[in-house]
């Protein structure tokens, strides 16, 4: 198995320049290198605080005025998937995918779940959580749990769905006692149309073996199978914005990374904290992202 470093020395990432500002004109020039323009989105977690039954539809016409595309769901505040199809529709966006829970992509429940994600307009349904124990944990519960999610996977795609799991910095950390990642080992047992939704931010933040880890890399070591993208800055530490004064990613690599390796269709912004509101967090966000060639 290719380890990290041979990894770094072999990978397209590897020709990025790490020095690279947020708002330099060599990551502006690295993004529009590209002829494919990859949507984004809003992770509609973001605005929790916010959002209810009620004010639903006013807050994902703003969302659309802000200039976001799509969004990603993480609760439906009651509606049906066809009042959400319509909503959006009414605004100009489009729905991508849903943070859901494991239990809800198995069994009776995978049937009900594609059923509300075909009326609402998506088909990636990605697990935000719930599996860390067991990936964590040993070989044994990796690889069942890895198993237990490809079967999943294959009886979604009868119905039409992708599924796929949405990593935390402890994710991308060794399984106990070992020098393997937990998150890199899931995924090679994984069917391989089990998405692996990077989260840039919380990848960002983990370290391996004393070697800080970059979304880039994460990337790349998955080819194709980083279809629905988080952007977030520095795990969203104290309400940091994508590009504002602590922002330390490399995005150019994170460009070059979804482009020519993972296979990314959308770019989806989440804020977990904000300094403001998270109105002007999520719109400060795409305001950055624009200023960086957007």
Known sequence: MMNRRSFLQTSLCAATVASISPFSASAIAEYKKYE????????????????????????????????????EFAGYHGYSGKEIKKILDDVGLKATSTHIGLNQIKGDELKKSADFATEAGFNFLIVPGGLEGRI?????????????????????????????????????????????????????????????????????????????????????????????????????????????????????????????KAGTEYFIVEQEQWKKTSVDSARECLENLKKMGW
Not at 175 to 187: L, P
Request: with cysteine; charged share 25%.
């Open 136 to 260: 964590r944990e040993s070989h044994e519960s990796n690889k069942k749990c890895a198993e237990e999610m490809s079967a999943c996977a294959e009886e979604a795609g009868k119905l039409g769905m992708f599924v796929g799991f949405h990593g935390h910095t402890g994710d991308y950390l060794n399984i106990n006692g070992t020098e393997d990642s937990a998150w890199t080992t899931f995924f090679n047992n994984c069917d391989k149309r089990v998405i692996a939704q990077v989260d840039v931010g919380w990848c960002n933040n983990a370290h391996r073996n004393g070697a800080k880890l970059t979304a880039a890399e994460t990337l790349c070591a998955l080819p194709g199978r980083g279809r629905v993208l988080h952007i977030k800055s520095n795990g969203d530490v104290h309400g940091c914005v994508v590009g504002d004064s602590d922002d330390t990613v490399d995005w150019a690599s994170v460009f070059e990374a979804a482009h020519e």
């Open 36 to 71: 494919k323009r990859i949507p984004i989105g809003l992770e509609l977690y973001s605005l929790r605080d916010v959002l209810n039954h009620d004010t639903f539809p006013k807050f994902m016409k703003q969302v659309a005025e802000m200039g976001y595309e799509c969004v």
